[in-house]
């Protein structure tokens, strides 16, 4: 059984991986796109993927914080599946992009040149939220799995539960804003995050009760969370009918109309008809996923775009398989992985003590109260940074653009905080040691992009010395430097060069670690190797990465800064840093 | 294989390899770079977009666009344009100069079909538009990493190092002004450099209308070494002055002396319906002469 899905993923994964090939070299001519708002399929799979991520979140947390009880072989692998979704999840927005390897660019940190991400954008939050939902995801399964054998790691099972539970809502809450945070009418609606909550936990219900079949048993729960579910989508696909009047029927009827089949008995008793009916959902908010992206209509739809689908099952089922596979040991019941077996009716275990708490007393909450108030302080310190920033730059902004990123800081901050003991606890002294050095490290690398590398700024004032500035003639022809260096020349040079060579002539490299080729160091040997002549012919005309300044520049004025850029390359940078200290006056 | 053999192919392999080494050109890029295009393609390409079928903007009544509400924002300079309605008669001559002045990319025959062409004006119903810059661009407030943002002097300007390709400014612009480049235009032979105070974009990044930044940034560099106030006097953009019936006028808005002003202060000013109310740069004269 095992291996039949594996090939059968596998035969999904090659073609697949072919077309994700093509879609990178091509770019996103490669996939159709949407006429109007430049959008196409890897945001629909990226909306559905993060949709099916959500359900092992919701089965395992929000149902343990709930106290609904449920068999660990379900929970565990419900949480699985929720990675390798994950997994999938993000490669889709990234293959997106047009120049992917800028992807950092969105992260809220300011780089060396003092550009910061637009924290008002709903892709900025996307991105904080999904990075952070990753993180306590990952977290989370590794202290289910470890909850068996380790006291410590049971102990923190629940308040981690707490942490995702809002956290989840949260995520897809910011996926709906990518839509209804825009100008496009059809994207627009302020239930779009119920809306996208509903959807995304009905698909990842649909998925689990997939998984449950091949794994040879079920839970009538779920089957009747999933029903419920297609009620409320139904609800909402009519809302938007109401609103704005499109309506697609084949999401109707595969989403809502099929899974109403479960009232049949025939049809719920047997494990094929629970697979198909679950399968038909899935299929139905894809299709509703599509629809909802491209607004002015599905056209050309292309062996990509299909390839872009198969790419996600494949890669999601061998994924999954694997680490199913090797999880097998901590999931209950190995022996009867992926085989039909007799339905096991999910343990009820007695509901035991009824133990009152007032409020803000519960065990939880006494655990979670620290991390939570260290992570509220990094996140008031982060805002004010960011307030800061966005200030400085004279970027507007309004408050409450500021408010999505709070959760994902928060839980991020806590669930590593939360987690802090235990680990030490479990690693050792040695562990300890490396894990806060490999953090030191971390927080230097980040000073360091942050800081940049120190350079004089291209405002500050340069001169070598002080009658430099009292000469005003034109630079002629001869070749004497004291006639050359003036301030007519000093005042072009500082207009038109040191944006990147530096007023100092040693790069402006706040300006030029992010947006251009390093420019030539214009230091002494590489002037005397170049000569007078070639170098106002490259100032004119331009060299690789130098743009031309021919008509901008009269000859007479290029040699002129072909003098100055030497008289700058024969001062030491230290005395032109000490001269700036006090040179502004 | 014996020695003979053995010898011999490892001498030919080195020579080939010497030889590789020898070229001038390398493998790919240049070697595998298209023939230029020419001006006549990108006459028949301008042509080919007008022929579209498109549908004439609603356009509603606006008051002058006065100065910027946003921070930082220059208390001399907001630039703009007017277009005079009554005069403009739809010839096209605006999109080719924009073309031959902001390095305008040609596209391939698959966009085209698609109608994806890269001008940054275009006809729609017979009336020229570009990006308006709008005041309170929603296309800026999108952007996710700060490349599309406003200038002081009210341009929506673009950082094209800085746009990472999200393509999410495009979907929020009312009108679709923006465009995105599918292609490596210099790489596939679409693009001639006409201009060379313009980069030419590369594949993956957003562009649109630039009311011809690079023209202000000179007179501006100009007027500041020579020290003194810039109001941006004398500047003028391509298509303004490609215009034969001298229908586009470009001009400062809070400069009372620059022709824009004076030109736009005996009219009825409209704008597209759904930039009407982001306060658009750029906004069409009809009647009350």
Known sequence: MVRILFIVFLCLLVPGLASMGYSLWQGPAAWSVDTGVFWGLPISLFVFWIGLAHAGTLISAIFLVLDVKMERRTSILAELATLCALVVAVIFPLMHLGVIQNFYMVAPYMESRGSMANVCSPLVWDFCCILAYGLLSVVYLVVHVLADKSAVAASIHRPLAWLLFPMVLWVHTIVSLDFAATFVPAWRGAFFPIYFIVGAVFSGLAMVNIMLCAEGYRMRQLEKLMLVGSWFLGAFLLWDFALKGNLSVTVLVFAVLLPQLMFVSAVRESTLGRVLVSSSIIVGLLLERVFLVFPSGVVGFGWVDLGLICFGFGLFGVIFLVARLK?????????????????????????????????????????????????????????????????????????????????????????????????????????????????????????????????????????????????????????????????????????????????????????????????????????????????????????????PYAGRISPQM???????????????????????????E | MDRREFIKWCSLLAVGSMLGGCRKLPFMGDAAKKDLPSLKMFEAEVRRAMSKPSHRMELVRVPMPGRLKTLGASLENRFGMAIDLDACDGCGKCILACIQENNIPLVTEDEAAKGRFMHWIEMRGGVPFMCAHCGNAPCERACPTGAANHTPDGLSAMMYKRCTGSRYCGANCPEHARKFNFNDAVQQGLSLKFNDKVPVRSKGVMEKCSLCLHRLQDDRLEVKTAGGVWRGRGVNTACAEACPKKAIVFGNWLDPDSPLVKVARRRDLYAPADLAGLDPSIVYMMGGK
């Open chain 1, 327 to 547: 999880l097998s040991r901590v999931i209950e019941g190995e022996e009867v992985l992926m085989g039909e077996v007799e339905e096991t009716v999910p343990k009820r275990p007695a509901t035991g003590r009824f133990s009152y708490f007032a409020p803000l007393t519960t065990p939880e909450f006494r655990m979670l109260r620290f991390p939570l108030l260290l992570g509220i302080i990094a996140c008031t310190l982060f805002l004010v940074w960011v307030v800061g920033c966005l200030e400085e730059n004279g970027i507007a902004f309004s408050d409450a653009n500021l408010v999505p990123l709070t959760c994902p800081i928060i839980t991020t901050v806590a669930g590593i905080v939360l987690c802090l003991r235990p680990l030490v606890m479990h690693i050792g002294k040695v562990g300890g040691v490396v894990m806060v050095a490999l953090a030191a490290l971390l927080g230097v690398l980040a000073g360091m992009v942050y800081g940049g590398v120190t350079s004089v700024p291209s405002g500050a004032v340069v001169s070598s010395t002080g009658d430099m500035l009292d000469v005003g003639t034109l630079p002629d022809s001869t070749s004497t430097l004291d006639s050359v260096a003036i301030i007519r020349t000093k005042a072009v040079f500082e207009a038109r060069c040191a944006g990147c060579h530096g007023a100092d002539g040693r790069l402006n490299e706040k300006f030029v670690r992010e947006y251009y080729p390093v420019p030539q160091n214009l230091d002494i040997s590489r002037m005397d190797a170049l000569g007078e002549d070639s170098l106002v012919n490259v100032i004119l005309n331009g060299r690789t990465n130098m743009n």
């Open chain 1, 558 to 584: 290029a040699r002129g800064l072909v003098r100055y850029m030497r008289l700058l390359a024969e001062t030491p940078a230290a005395d032109n840093a000490a001269r700036n200290e006090g040179g502004d």
